[in-house]
């Protein structure tokens, strides 16, 4: 096992990692928890 094996299996964990959070952030359960997130900034105490 030379660097290049090391830096492909880093470089296809880290594109898993990004496509895990991608499918995470456009899940439809956390729909409602982003889009009331969103208008916090709107909000007035």
Do not use: Q, Y
């Not at 096992?1 to 594109?15: E, P, Q, W």
């Not at 729909?31 to 709107?42: G, T």
């Amino acid at each position: 096992m030379d660097i290049n094996d090391l830096r492909s299996i880093v470089t296809t964990i880290s594109l898993l990692t990004f496509v895990g959070i991608v499918f995470w952030a456009w899940s439809r359960r956390n729909k409602a928890d982003f889009d009331e997130a969103a208008l916090l900034p709107f909000h007035e105490d």
